[in-house]
């Protein structure tokens, strides 16, 4: 992985994604000469100063909106044809496969490279006959598909007969470990809670159920909850909290930066994720939190089953279910010693599958062999 790369790769993708900018940083500091193609503006000068980092902005979504229609493709693909043709690229390589995917797909470039992250094959194609033929195209045309788990794999493979190569949204272990965190409650509080945007795919509402009933359930022992991120739900789970009574013990963070997401893992005890949604495909958070060696309670839906090891780095429980997500979570609480085994076991797995490096080093290897085959 020492070895430096001198090849040009195109990346379609929304530039205030943090997964895109960790893909841009990581490459372009091996060398990779990177452009970067978004419908969006970027929000932070994440890549300020990085000679090995391009900006190829379209310039039909100056207003930065969120929403660009598939209509409006058929005006932004020749900019992208000319900034293709200006920047030269080895590689196209497209992340998401309902958008970015479309334009790498429409652009005719070839090697094109197709990331599919998680709605974009779990909702996408279900919403309607001219979305699946949309998503089918877009594998059609590409000469290698990613995926980030190997459960979404098994997804894709229903429209596809191509390899799927699997490359995890891995994390740095240096960033990401166990470390003393100060935090609003009392040092000896066991806080449970969760690092999630506040959306109704993740469940949150069940958390909350779940902590009220631990109230019962674990008297005497003292929890606190701990909810990190905003959302559009940010109201509706306040006002959950307020109405059941729960606010002294209750703490909403609100959005935090990406920097200070260590620390926040950090005032957890146990981390919890009860997600409702199968295009929850890989569950960054969740890895994040066991590197941190915190022990970790999800959702049997989607990537989370395949991320975490039942009883050994954690629990796995219904979705919807807020009585098991609370009797799982009570485990935890009354026995410390089984919350250090478990997160202790939840980092070694995590170096064993999901370091940074070696996620990086899968994809680099990917370009490696695709460009040697031009």
């Known amino acids: 992985m020492n070895k430096k790369r001198n090849y040009r790769i195109l990346l379609l993708a929304d530039i205030n994604s943090a997964h895109t900018q960790k893909w841009a940083l990581s490459l372009a500091a091996i060398g990779i000469e990177i452009g970067l193609f978004s419908l969006h503006k970027c929000t932070t000068e994440w890549m300020t100063d990085n000679p090995n980092i391009h900006i190829l902005y379209s310039p039909l979504n100056e207003s930065g909106s969120s ?41 005719g470039f070839h090697p094109f490279i197709l990331s599919v992250w998680g709605s974009d094959v779990y909702d996408f194609p279900r ?3 001219l979305q699946k033929h949309i998503f089918r195209y877009n594998l059609r045309k590409a ?11 098994g997804e894709i ?13 891995g994390i740095d272990l240096n960033v990401f470990k166990p470390f003393y965190a100060h935090h609003v409650f009392p040092d000896n509080s066991i806080v449970i809670g969760t690092v999630k945007s506040l ?10 159920d779940a902590f009220v009933l631990l109230q019962k359930m674990a008297k005497g022992y003292p929890i606190k909850l701990l909810i ?15 109405d059941l009574r729960i606010e002294s013990e209750t703490v909403f963070t609100g959005y935090i930066p990406p920097a200070e997401i260590p620390f926040y893992h950090n005032m957890l005890t146990i981390s ?5 949604s199968e295009s929850e495909s890989f569950g960054v958070s969740v890895v994040e939190a066991m590197a941190c060696e915190k022990p970790v309670v999800v959702s049997n839906i989607g990537g989370l ?70």
């Open 228 to 242: 990190v991120g905003k959302g559009s739900l940010d109201l509706e789970l306040k006002t959950k909290v307020k």
């Open 272 to 276: 919890v994720f009860p997600s409702l």
């Open 143 to 153: 000469d290698r598909i990613c995926s980030t788990s190997n459960t979404m794999k």
């Open 157 to 169: 493979q229903k429209y596809t007969s191509k390899e799927i190569i699997v490359t995890p949204f």
């Open 305 to 374: 089953p395949e991320v975490v090891d039942d009883g050994v780095t954690g629990f796995i429980v219904p979705p919807g279910n807020a009585k098991k997500l609370a009797e799982a979570i009570e485990k935890l609480v009354k026995d410390g010693q089984l919350r250090i085994s478990l997160g202790k076991s939840g980092r070694e797995r995590v170096q064993k599958l999901y370091d940074w490096e070696k996620n990086l080093f899968t994809i680099v290897n990917l370009y490696d062999e695709v460009i040697t085959k031009k």
């Open 127 to 129: 919403s309607g006959f």
């Open 67 to 107: 929403q660009v229609s598939k209509a409006q493709y058929a005006f932004i693909l020749p900019d992208l044809k000319e900034k293709i043709k200006d920047f030269k690229p080895d590689i196209v390589h497209a992340h998401y496969a309902s958008s970015y995917g479309l334009l790498g797909a429409l652009s």
């Open 199 to 208: 959306e109704q795919k993740y469940g949150i509402e069940y958390l909350i």
